[in-house]
């Protein structure tokens, strides 16, 4: 792995399209190009989780970015360290759509098992899909019965947030964006 802190070591930093929860830069080296997304905004996720997300689908063969660290800033904000991938794609023709489609597959074919020593969060599917439903106990009862009857369990990993925005291209390589 490259130190990027070492006494002799050139860094530029560029600031990137932040999203909503964090701001990102890309952290440039003579020999490498890194990706540094620092949670200074409200947004408070798991981001040893997320590493780990990243680490087994990365390892799985998955086309998304490279964990290389994560941890705090010096204001105790959380920081993940991810390869360079590229930028967000514009255009999209049929051989691109297809890549798009396998890559996001892909992760969604990730077996959950592979997640050792943490699991996917399980999230009350009424309470995070219908957070006020309880003001209409009649719709609520039979929410309920619906979902029980359901059975809903996690089979796969879901990108909650897949469109082109979160895809890079790099050289006709497309890497996904998975946060």
């Not at 087994?56 to 086309?63: E, F, I, R």
């Not at 699991?119 to 019965?145: E, G, H, M, N, T």
Request: hydrophobic share 35%.
């Amino acid at each position: 792995m490259v130190l990027l802190l070492e006494d002799d070591t050139t860094l530029s930093v560029t600031p990137l399209d932040s999203g909503l929860e964090a701001e990102v830069m890309k952290i440039s080296s003579p020999e490498s190009d890194f990706v540094l997304k620092v949670w200074n905004k409200e947004s408070q996720p798991n981001v040893q989780f997320q590493y780990e997300i990243l680490n087994a689908l990365h390892t799985y063969g998955s086309a998304v970015s490279k964990p290389v660290s994560w941890g705090y800033e010096v204001n105790g904000h959380q920081v993940l360290l991810t390869s360079y991938d590229g930028t967000p794609i514009d255009k999209v023709d049929q051989p691109k759509l297809k890549k798009l489609a396998k890559n996001l597959n892909d992760v969604h074919k990730f077996p959950l098992d592979r997640l050792t020593g943490s699991a996917l969060p399980s999230y009350d599917f009424i309470d995070y899909f219908y957070r006020q439903v309880d003001q209409y106990p009649d719709i609520q009862d039979l929410l309920v019965k619906l979902v029980q009857r359901a059975d809903l369990k996690p089979v796969c990993m879901i990108h909650g947030d897949y469109h082109l925005g979160n895809i890079l291209e790099s050289e006709g390589k497309l890497t996904v964006i998975v946060d």
